[in-house]
């Protein structure tokens, strides 16, 4: 699977990226011209959700994911007896009682930190996305809030013209030709990432890559059960 590392590094369909263009291209362009004179109520629309999609993706998405994960493995260092104090972060108890709940051997700080954020943070994936993306709306609704009512108000009036069908077609097009990876897989591929460097980190008092602990723990746990 991964012996020419294509999984690893992907492999973008690039034919079905120069077709999806094409279609928005001539959606837009037929949509343009059954507008005529108000032509540029498109021209509006499109200028404004082309600059909202170049803006979400301008915010450095996948530096917040990694600034997320060490800011929970802060927090996970924190309740494992760092003189880092964070108390007062709302998710603290509830790594905390995961922590409690989870004990293991490991003495080293970073160690036990670095095992428990990769174990603990799956389960607020969701939370995390779903935060995130709120701010993210949020902040270009603010910042464009101008640009926005605009936006709303000439998709109205395009579907007044030509119908809901063919705008929502239109919507769909933009959605395939510029929407590759979503803001969210990319957040969320991030903290992967990171925590994949995580599960890397050795040991010093094992001399043990972090994932050789976990799997350690697991057959223990997988042991204890079966007996």
Same mark, same amino acid.
Request: net charge negative; aromatic share 10%; glycine share 4%.
């Given at each position: 699977?991964?012996?020419?590392?294509?999984?690893?590094?992907?492999?973008?369909? /690039?034919?079905s990226i120069k077709k999806a263009m094409s279609?928005?291209?001539?959606?837009?362009?037929?949509?343009?011209?059954?507008?005529?004179?108000?032509?540029?109520?498109?021209?509006?629309?499109?200028?404004?959700?082309?600059?909202?999609?170049?803006?979400?993706?301008?915010?450095?998405?996948? /530096?917040?994911?990694?600034?997320?994960?060490?800011?929970?493995? =802060? =927090?996970?260092?924190?309740?494992?007896?760092?003189?880092?104090?964070?108390?007062?972060?709302?998710?603290?108890?509830?790594?905390?009682?995961?922590?409690?709940?989870?004990?293991?051997?490991?003495?080293?700080?970073?160690?036990?930190?670095? +095992?428990?954020?990769?174990?603990?943070?799956?389960?607020?994936?969701?939370?995390?996305?779903?935060?995130?993306?709120?701010?993210?709306?949020?902040?270009?609704?603010?910042?464009?809030?101008?640009?926005?009512?605009?936006?709303?108000?000439?998709?109205?009036?395009?579907?007044?013209?030509?119908?809901?069908?063919?705008?929502?077609?239109?919507?769909?097009?933009?959605?395939?030709?510029?929407?590759?990876?979503?803001?969210?897989?990319?957040?969320?591929?991030?903290?992967?990432?990171? +925590?994949?460097?995580?599960?890397? +980190?050795?040991?010093?008092?094992?001399?043990?890559?972090?994932?050789?602990?976990?799997?350690?723990?697991?057959?223990?746990?997988?042991?204890?059960?079966?007996?």
């Amino acid at each position: 699977m991964f012996e020419d590392q294509e999984l690893l590094y992907g492999n973008c369909h /690039f034919d079905s990226i120069k077709k999806a263009m094409s279609n928005f291209w001539a959606i837009a362009s037929v949509i343009r011209e059954e507008l005529g004179d108000k032509s540029y109520y498109l021209d509006d629309y499109l200028s404004i959700i082309l600059g909202s999609i170049g803006s979400a993706y301008t915010t450095n998405v996948a /530096f917040s994911g990694e600034k997320i994960y060490t800011e929970l493995l =802060v =927090v996970a260092s924190s309740t494992c007896g760092s003189i880092v104090d964070r108390k007062s972060h709302e998710l603290y108890n509830d790594i905390k009682k995961y922590i409690d709940d989870h004990p293991n051997n490991c003495l080293e700080l970073n160690t036990k930190s670095e +095992l428990y954020t990769s174990q603990f943070i799956l389960d607020y994936l969701q939370d995390i996305v779903d935060h995130f993306k709120k701010e993210l709306i949020a902040d270009s609704v603010n910042y464009n809030m101008p640009d926005y009512a605009i936006s709303v108000d000439r998709l109205k009036q395009i579907v007044n013209i030509i119908g809901k069908e063919k705008v929502e077609c239109l919507e769909s097009a933009i959605e395939e030709a510029f929407i590759i990876s979503p803001v969210s897989l990319i957040l969320v591929q991030s903290i992967i990432t990171r +925590l994949a460097e995580g599960l890397c +980190l050795r040991d010093p008092q094992t001399s043990k890559q972090i994932f050789q602990l976990i799997l350690d723990l697991k057959r223990i746990r997988n042991n204890f059960i079966n007996t």
